[in-house]
T-cell receptor
Framework: KQEVTQIPAALSVPEGENLVLNCSFT??????LQWFRQDPGKGLTSLLL?????REQTSGRLNASLDKSSGRSTLYIAASQPGDSATYLC???????????FGAGTRLTVKP | DGGITQSPKYLFRKEGQNVTLSCEQN?????MYWYRQDPGQGLRLIYY???????QKGDIAEGYSVSREKKESFPLTVTSAQKNPTAFYLC???????????FGPGTRLTVL
């Protein structure tokens, strides 16, 4: 059974810092991996989706990488801003299309 | 505006009652999903539907029921058989199963 882990559970950084969020998964047979942002009490906002054949995806200040062999994905946020403060979740879809797993998320605080 | 709507935003239920949560999308997506989110945990899949008139159980379907009579609508009923229904419920949709998911704003259900 696929397990998805996000460490640390919480992270606090000063404004302007570049940072990396981690997502680990136990089964490398995945179809894709998606990163989301969630503000308190709100739904999830899709940030980036990486197909299993891809190594990375970029959108603005965000860059997500995927290393299936090591069971890892990272979300890189450049020049962090207070508005980036939120919980970031990753979700993995298994290659058989029947297994959708979310990590518990990393709560990011960017201090002005 | 295209998007996903959920109603109500807050819902209170007495023990022993069934309640139905609404989810509507105007994105012309085939696939729709229901998730449950508990504090400090990742999202868990309750039910999903890949196409109208079809749906499948997710990881935690016991005590829940769904229907998919129209492409744009995927209501979730929380029955009295669900032992611990207090949670944040999120609906999502994607063009087809496995594609990028888009989420609604969520419904917070509290059992009194």
């Amino acid at each position: 059974k696929q397990e998805v882990t996000q460490i640390p559970a919480a992270l606090s950084v000063p404004e302007g810092e570049n940072l990396v969020l981690n997502c680990s998964f136990t089964d490398s047979a995945i179809y894709n991996l998606q990163w989301f942002r969630q503000d308190p009490g709100k739904g999830l906002t899709s940030l980036l989706l990486i197909q299993s054949s891809q190594r990375e995806q970029t959108s603005g200040r965000l860059n997500a990488s995927l290393d299936k062999s090591s069971g890892r994905s990272t979300l890189y946020i450049a020049a962090s801003q207070p508005g980036d403060s939120a919980t970031y979740l990753c979700a993995v879809l298994g290659s058989l299309f029947i297994d959708m797993r979310f990590g518990a998320g990393t709560r990011l605080t960017v201090k002005p | 505006d295209g998007g996903i709507t959920q109603s109500p935003k807050y819902l209170f239920r007495k023990e022993g009652q069934n309640v139905t949560l609404s989810c509507e999308q105007n994105l012309n997506h085939d696939a729709m999903y229901w998730y449950r989110q508990d504090p400090g945990q990742g999202l868990r899949l309750i039910y999903y539907s890949q196409i109208v008139n079809d749906f499948q159980k997710g990881d935690i379907a016991e005590g829940y029921s769904v229907s998919r009579e129209k492409k744009e609508s995927f209501p979730l009923t929380v029955t009295s058989a669900q032992k611990n229904p207090t949670a944040f419920y999120l609906c999502a949709s994607s063009l087809s199963w496995g594609d990028e998911q888009f989420f609604g704003p969520g419904t917070r259900l509290t059992v009194l």
